[in-house]
Structure formats: structure tokens, C-alpha cells
């Protein structure tokens, strides 16, 4: 099985295109809600909570982990990467790929929450692959709290929205990393705001186009993944009420929520 | 020592209010921001939470708690009440008692988190004291974000505060709750949108007014209490890097913030 954690319900994003991209792959799906959200957490939070959900993961039979949080990405991937033996996909190095290649100016921008701006992961790893482009990041801690709300097309968040991105717009960057899973829910409000020419990478999905060519390389991970007879699950470690109907609007179809503890 | 808790920072301008109305009573204060915050967990996970500082506070020397946190006043304290002989306050009565007693038409409203409006626990305990008194409610999520964002005078959040306001504006209120420690940082956003004739009930004041009642009424728990040489603790169950700006900005100093696991 595929494993992905998320502080909440955002990495849906993930497991959505993962579902839509790579049929017949099981999914196993692990929601932090008990803690979320991780973008406010201090570093070493993040990196326990992640070693926490990884563990929960392998006890449940994933034989790959998809981390699809940003927030954990950017401060934990190091971490996890040296614990752990598994192949382990993180939502940050296909983003960064995609950007690279798309952008022609190399003026990139990111944006996300405070913990994977402030972590510096983006800019690092975009520099790693691209050593003469010019990264501009902005945190938008608003944004989470606004697509929870579900304001997605109010004018307020339109506002918040345009004040975000004016320091980008400011740098004219001709590509944007939506570094959190919560923001393509907001594509349609970032869009106009950030320039129409402005290339925008969804890293839910290209985390999810990395994993699909991955799977089309290795026969061996191919053969350890593939299972169309097992359901797909979704825990999550708390269930508040609104989350089903928030989980159904982010996933596109109703799915069945099992607590557990992490 | 007095006991405090709350989810994060917030339950602060009820420390504050307590040290500036009883002093020479030294507190203990937990801020769970390993798990902050409570508004949008569900009942049972604040309720675990709750249990959990308690017991924290216990084990440090508290002889009194105060919930300061009314997402876990509203879905916590029947239980918290129910295990602990302590002295158990909350955030919730004080300021139902003196809404009660200032409101002349009856009409009385409420804004909180999810969990605090969700819980009904306002509105019960008014129409426990007051029977005839018709109670509005309105959950306002965004606002705990706003504040920790610092956006207390920002435009974006004035439409905001306004739009939550509404309901409440129409139908005629002549007191308005804020229940949840964070809005008092807002009362300047909130008095003009809800008509200056509205009585503003800040529950943190209310019980540190409270607590000061019982404080003089109560000579052995005077007596228990009353230690000017031993010094405030203020513990968090993480320490993120926005959190000492935030907490120095709501007690309105600096304090030492010790980390601690829960």
C-alpha cells in the first residue's frame, strides 16, 4: 500500500490525484487532525508528530510513504529520511522540479505556511537544481484557517489573497510553487491575482505525476504496490464535526473516516 | 499556586487580568501549543486535553484550577468538575452572571470558536440563571487566526468582524460575550461594528473578578494561596518561533516561557 500523512484533511489534494493518476494502487491515508495544523508548530513538533505517523504507516502494511504535507516536508523530510529504509516521496522535490523546467526568467516564487517558509527548503532545494534562480517566499498563514471556512470565493479572501502576492507580483516571477496542500482549493482566487501569465505548480499533483513515472520505472515497486482488490483507507486521529463534509469537498467523493490513535 | 490553562497564548489575558487583580498569588500557567488549537478539535479530544493539563497543574503544586480556555470550559468541565475535588473555574460562569445581571432586554449574544458555540454551554447556563433571556450564538473561526496573525486593525479584518457580527446586530442584542480569550485583543473592532450601546462582557476579566470575589470571601483558600514570594510559571507544551512576540503582546510584558511535555 501507498502511505500518505497529513496534519489534516489538505493531503486529500494529494491522495486525489495519486487515486486519479494511479489506479489500482491502494491507498492508505493518515489525517493528524488530533494536532493539526503543523504550519504553526515549531520545528521539532513537526519532526515528532511525522515520526509518529510514519511508524503508524508501516504498522498498517505502506511499503513507500508519501509525505504530503508541506509543513512536514520542509522541516522533517531530513529526518525521516535518514530513519527510515523505505522509499519516501515528499511533496516538495517534484514541485521543485517542475519549476525549474517550466520557468524561463528563473524568478520563482513560493508560497505556504510559516513553518515551510520559514524552514527554507523551497529555496534550497530550488537553488540545488537551479543554481541561478531567484526565489521569493511568502508565508500565508491565513490562507489554511480561510479554505477550513470554506470562503473560498468570499471577497475578504480575495483580499488576503491579493495583499499575500503583492510582494511577489512586486518581484515579477513567472512561476509559482502553491506549497501547501490546502491552496489549489484557492487556484481560481490566486490565478488573476498573481498575473494570468504566471505558471502555477500544484505540488499535490506533482507529487502524484512523480509517484505515477516512478511506478512506470520500477517494475519491482510496481509489483509491490499494485492491488486492485484492497480498499483504499483513511484514518485520521480526530473527528471534529465538520471534517467529513470538508474531506468529501477536497477529496470528490464521500469517504469513510476511521479514528485512530497515532 | 493558581492553576491556569488554555490551548495556547490566549488564556493569557486571563492571567494577566488575575495578576493584576490578585496579586501576590502566584500562578502556573499551561499553554498547550503542541496541540492549539482546541476550537476546531471535537468534544472528546479537547475533553482528553483538559484532563491532561489538569493533571499537569496537579503534579506542579496548583491548588485551584482555571479553565481559561472556553473551547475546554464548554466541553470539558462537566467532566473536569466531575473527577477533581479541587476547586475547579472556568472562564464560562463569571461572565454568564454578569451578562445576566447588565442586559436589560434579555438579549444576549455570544461569539466563540466552533467547539464553544457547538457545546450550547453558554446559552444553557443563561437560561439556567436567567430563564426569560433569549440567547444568539455565532461561531467566528477566523478570528483566533487574525489575532495570531496580528491583523487586529487590519481592513480585511474589520469586513470580517462585521460579517460575523450581523446576525447578532439584527436581532437587537443589548449584551454581547466574547467567549474566547483571544477576541479582548479585538474589543476595538468589535464595539463600533456591534453598537456602542452594547455591553461588552470580556469573560477573561470577569473571571479574574470572580476569583478575586472568592479570594476575599474565602480565608483558607486565601491562606492556601497567598505566596507573594514565589514566583509565576509559565509552561508551553511547544515553543514555535512567533510565540514570545505573541505572548509579551497579551500579557503586556515579557514573560519566560518553559517547555514542557503534557
Redesign the interface.
Known sequence: MIGIFDSGVGGMTVARAIETLCPGFPLIYLGD????PYG???P??ITEYSHRNTEFLLRQGAKLIVIACNSAASTASTFLHSHYAQTLIDVICPAVNQATEISKTGRIGIIGT??TI?SGQYERRLRDVRPDCRVYSQAC??LV??V??G?LKR??TK??VK?YLRPLRDKQIDTLILGCTHYPLLKKVIAPRIGRKVHIIDSSVAVAQHLKSLLEKDDQLRADLYDPETPSRFFVS?????VHALAAAIFGRTVTLEKTDV
Open positions: 487532525l488530533a494536532r493539526s504553526s508548530k515549531s521539532a513538533m510559516r513553518a520559514n498563514p491565513l484557517p480561510l477550513e471556512e470562503w471577497r475578504e483580499m488576503i495583499q480526530d473527528i471534529p464535526s465538520p
